[in-house]
């Protein structure tokens, strides 16, 4: 039976920087009116308790809700928070996750999040929408990342007996919104192809709740045991999933993607970074207007924490971002850009210039001679520049929101010595 509730008010902005503002608007979306929510430690309040959720690690600086009704849920929720990238990281997020199972995590940490209702029930909550789209009870954990334009409630679907059932991704604003239903249509869109090398999550349920737009996705198994990856490997997926609508060889000039991207570029909001793009795109655009370039689809986001690799597939997930057509190799320079980013932590802009000098390595398993390969390079910084302006990452206070302090420079000194 289709879950049917009322449509309660909620915030039409939820935008913070504030970790601890942010999840306050969250809580009010998730839990709307006539519930009411209140974060701090366990104090007496009007209305009667319903739900009550662990603040990791505390209310100043909150990182994850856990359901503290279900200390096997909590637990599971605790190993599904993130991929630990040391082995001290590791050992710290399994002790967290034996204490939620045995109850001692919730001594230690006092900080709760409380929903209470005024009278009856929470029918109005987020947990009961999504138990009935569902067919059976779920908890939640929610997941309170840093501040990004694309920012959005996250929530880790959990039984009582703490099985992870699955995802769900909340859109609460524009953008959020549309990226939601994106992703949506792309898992729809890819459930039928026969993937060799890679394995995507399963659409579970989309729909609107609230004003809001929800899309649940199964669980891919993280929990089994890692292989290592190699660029083989790796190349072989991006590959699988660049042929998944097919991949032509087009003239760069008339293709449908320079199209696309024209459009993009001309449909940003004018200033002084929207200028020095545009200029840079022109010069690239004008080098590569004869260039043959395989094209192809997308993932959109492939970084090393968007994916996972087993033995005999590489488990890839958030989906929001796959489009087509686009120049092969965009993923591959993606992955490279993003990780000398966040794990290698190199310097911004040498990162940006490491994926221009780098390309015809990174790019050869793509077919790719050194020439298109740099092009490649340079379409795709220009790409994920419009993507950037047009979301308003800098307004956001996204950490590398403001592209003139690397991204740009870096573009525009590679684009005029074209």
């Excluded at 399963?202 to 198994?221: I, T």
């Excluded at 655009?285 to 005999?312: I, Q, V, Y």
């Amino acid at each position: 039976m289709s879950p049917v509730r009322r449509t309660p008010r909620v915030p039409t902005r939820i935008e913070s920087t504030s970790r601890t503002t942010y999840l306050r608007e969250v809580a009010g979306a998730l839990w709307p009116h006539p519930l009411t929510t209140s974060i701090g430690p366990d104090i007496a309040a009007p209305g009667r308790l319903v739900r009550e959720f662990i603040v990791v690690p505390n209310a100043r600086k909150p990182r994850l809700l856990l359901p503290a009704q279900s200390p096997r849920a909590a637990a599971t929720a605790v190993r599904r928070y993130s991929e630990p990238r040391s082995r001290l990281a590791r050992f710290r997020l399994e002790l967290l996750a034996l204490s939620m199972r045995t109850g001692a995590g919730g001594s230690l940490l006092r900080d709760r999040l409380h929903v209470r209702a005024e009278h009856g029930d929470d029918e109005d909550s987020i947990e009961s929408y999504l138990s009935s789209a569902l067919g059976q009870e779920v908890l939640v954990s929610l997941h309170v990342g840093p501040a990004r334009a694309n920012r959005k409630p996250v929530l880790a679907l959990l039984s009582p007996k703490g099985e992870l059932v699955g995802f769900a991704k909340i859109g609460i604003n524009e953008l959020t919104r549309r990226l939601v239903l994106a992703e949506a249509a792309s898992l729809t869109a890819l459930a039928s192809f026969p993937f060799q090398y890679t394995s995507i999550p399963g659409l579970l349920h989309a729909g609107k709740w609230a004003g809001l737009e929800v899309l649940v996705q199964s669980a891919l198994p993280v929990w089994q045991s890692r292989a290592p990856l190699d660029g083989h490997r790796l190349s072989e997926s991006m590959l699988e999933i660049a042929h998944v609508s097919g991949v032509s060889t087009d003239r760069f000039s008339s293709s449908p993607y320079r199209q696309a991207l024209s459009a993009r570029l001309e449909g940003l909001q004018a200033s002084e970074d929207v200028r020095c793009l545009q200029e840079a795109a022109q010069a690239v655009f004008e080098r590569a207007a004869a260039a043959m370039l395989p094209m192809g689809a997308w993932h959109g986001d492939w970084t090393p924490w968007n994916m996972a690799s087993l033995a005999d597939t590489i488990l890839l997930w958030d989906w929001e971002r796959f489009s087509a057509p686009a120049p092969l190799g965009f993923d591959a320079v993606h992955h490279r850009l993003q990780a000398a980013l966040v794990h290698e932590r190199e310097e911004p802009r040498a990162a940006v210039a490491g994926c221009v000098t780098g390309a015809p390595t990174l790019l050869a398993p793509f077919g790719l001679d050194p020439a298109s390969a740099e092009l490649t390079a340079l379409l795709y910084l220009i790409d994920l520049a419009a993507r950037y302006l047009h979301d308003g990452q800098a307004e956001a206070g996204a950490r590398l929101g403001v592209l003139r302090q690397w991204l740009l420079p870096e573009l525009a000194a590679r684009t005029a010595a074209l």
